[in-house]
């Protein structure tokens, strides 16, 4: 299995510029998230989903917009990036019975800078 | 979901035993603690988690007080591929699927 696989790696955007950053799983998991980590700190929540057709609001929403119409993808777009987008950004599935048994499984991530 | 507490930054023998605590003062009866740690920035990888016992598994041992109010994380020898951020992190399984992470541990193994 793959797992959680997210694209690109790596991102570099203008200010004012759009973007998605793909994620998708292949584990049949309902629920999919995405988080941003910044230097030195935790993650912290953006958007989330508990199956197609699903979203919700996180932490830190501002400036994200996410859609879920297959349970596979959960894309996550930037509307017009800003500096304060720059960040280290995972992807995250679970299901009711692995989040039981695993917990969650993380993509590697998609390091973005917005300069 | 409760809030947790870590030191920041801990050493380690290689070969010796790595404990790492955690304090959830204000854990729930439904909540499980769980652990997860970031190698160089890779997406975080789960460990192990809990509810009130022990447990064990190929990675690591997890021993939670019985007050449930703290818990540690025992890497029985740590070697030096196990230096990385730890985090522990309160969950209820009929929560919102929402994980709260702090800064965690960073757990340096030397040689």
């Known amino acids: 299995n793959a797992g959680v696989t997210q694209t690109p790696k790596f991102q570099v955007l203008k200010t004012g510029q759009s973007m998605t950053l793909q994620c998708a799983q292949d584990?049949?998991?309902?629920?999919m998230s995405w988080y941003r980590q910044d230097p030195g700190m935790g993650l912290r929540l953006i958007h989330y989903s508990v199956g197609a057709g699903i979203t919700d609001q996180g932490e830190v929403p501002n400036g994200y917009n996410v859609s879920r119409s297959t349970t596979e993808d959960f894309p996550l777009r930037l509307l017009s990036a800003a500096p304060s987008q720059t960040s280290v950004y995972f992807c995250?599935?679970?299901?009711?019975?692995?989040?039981?048994?695993?917990?969650?499984?993380f993509g590697s991530g998609t390091r973005l800078t917005v300069v | 979901d409760a809030k947790t507490t870590q030191p920041p930054s801990m050493d380690c023998a290689e070969g010796r035993a790595a404990n790492l605590p955690c304090n959830h003062s204000?854990?729930?009866?439904?909540?499980?603690v769980y652990w997860y740690r970031q190698i160089h920035s890779q997406g975080p990888q789960y460990i192990i988690h809990g509810l009130k016992n022990n447990e064990t598994n190929e990675m690591a041992s997890l021993i939670i007080t019985e007050d449930r109010k703290s818990s540690t994380l025992i890497l029985p020898h740590a070697t030096l591929r196990d230096t990385a951020v730890y985090y522990c992190?309160?969950?209820?399984?009929?929560?919102?699927?929402?994980?709260?992470f702090g800064k965690g541990t960073k757990l340096s193994v030397i040689p």
């Open positions: 992190i309160v969950e209820s399984l009929a929560g919102s699927y929402q994980l709260t």
């Open positions: 204000t854990i729930s009866g439904n909540e499980y």
């Open positions: 995250a599935s679970s299901s009711p019975r692995d989040r039981g048994n695993y917990g969650y499984t």
């Open positions: 584990m049949n998991h309902e629920y």
